[in-house]
């Protein structure tokens, strides 16, 4: 996963998340994902952020499909599991 880095560009406070620097009270501003080392608004700007932006949509969308996958396989293992103890128990009915 992509990593942020937000720098305090008074006294270069260094953090994976945005806000207030914890020394000075300054925003830390977000480093460009490039790899220029510039800031994102002196670099790339809005153009990269919408890169990052949906990069990060699409590891989210892969990621809910496969946790909805194996939801579904979970619940269709339970449900040939019932079906499976619900033949067997007619079986049993039948032979008596």
């Known amino acids: 996963m992509v ?3 937000y720098i305090c560009p008074v006294c270069g406070f260094e953090s994976n998340g945005s806000g207030l620097c914890p020394l ?3 925003t830390l501003e977000k480093v460009c ?3 220029s080392g510039k800031f994102t608004i002196e670099c790339c700007g809005p153009e990269q952020e919408n890169k990052e932006a ?3 949509e699409a590891l989210i969308k ?3 499909a496969g946790e909805t ?3 579904m396989a979970k619940e269709d293992a339970i449900k040939q599991k019932e079906e499976e103890e619900l033949a067997k128990v007619e079986e049993i009915k039948e032979e008596e």
């Open 69 to 71: 996958l194996t939801e």
């Open 24 to 26: 000075c009270d300054e």
């Open 33 to 35: 994902a490039c790899g």
């Open 62 to 64: 892969a990621e809910v």
């Open 3 to 5: 990593e942020e880095k």
């Open 54 to 56: 949906k990069k990060k």
